[in-house]
């Protein structure tokens, strides 16, 4: 009983912490490519960023199944390499909770990268710094705080994720099965108690999580 109640919520944290931290790096990194500029499509390509955002989970789901499934050019090399299906793997959780959270990440760096100050990075550039060294020590301090609070929505957006991830990852006890998904089946088999427990780990932990956001943006002011 204790292994049952605890399997979902180790699979939870981490394909929330995996996926967070994909997510943290390619979020930041387009983040900043993106802040400032100023090009034809900019805004086709921003929406394609933000999209998974308001999709129904199952059109993502099905979207990830068409893209990483086994006729998918991904989805056979995958195979090749693995000697398996990218489906119904504890990858592709992880694949569907970072295509669900990106959007939160992406804008997030994007709006800290955004409101540093021009000048502050044309006297780095003055004073002989390279892209490496203001990205490094220049632009990444200045939009720390974005960059957290980003990092932990997506990552409380990730350990909520169900409709994707279900479509994709399946239900798998101890190998995909996440505390969304364990709810959705204690509920339909009438397990209220357990599904109770397991809504209030969800509750405590997202709680904990916008928690620190709070703090952390009220520290910016």
């Known amino acids: 009983m204790v292994h049952d109640f605890w399997s979902p919520v180790k699979v939870s944290i981490e394909v929330a912490i995996i996926s967070g931290i994909i997510v943290l790096i390619v979020g930041v990194c387009l983040g900043a490519m993106m802040a400032g500029k100023k090009f034809k499509g900019k805004s086709v390509v921003e929406t394609l960023f933000l999209l998974p955002l308001v999709l129904p989970p199952s059109v993502v789901g099905f979207l990830l199944i068409v893209t990483f499934g086994k006729n998918s050019p991904i989805g056979k090399l995958y195979e090749w390499v693995f000697h398996q299906s990218l489906i119904f793997t504890f990858s592709a959780a992880v694949i ?10 992406y804008q997030s760096a994007k709006t800290g990268f955004e409101a540093i100050d021009s000048d502050i990075v044309g006297a ?11 990205f490094l020590f220049v632009l990444l301090p200045l939009a720390f705080k974005s960059i957290i609070s980003g990092g932990i929505l997506s990552f409380a957006r ?21 505390l969304p998904t364990a709810v959705y089946l204690a509920i339909d088999a009438g397990n209220m108690k357990l599904a109770w427990a397991w809504v209030g780990c969800i509750i ?13 943006r009220k520290s910016e002011k």
């Open 204 to 216: 405590v932990i997202s709680f904990f999580m916008l928690m620190i956001i709070n703090i952390n």
């Open 96 to 105: 569907a909770a970072a295509v669900v959270a990106f959007p939160l990440m």
């Open 124 to 134: 780095a550039k003055v004073d002989g710094a390279n892209r490496r060294v203001i």
């Open 158 to 178: 990730a350990l909520g994720e169900f409709g994707a991830t279900l479509m994709f990852a399946g239900n798998i006890p101890g190998k995909t099965q996440t």
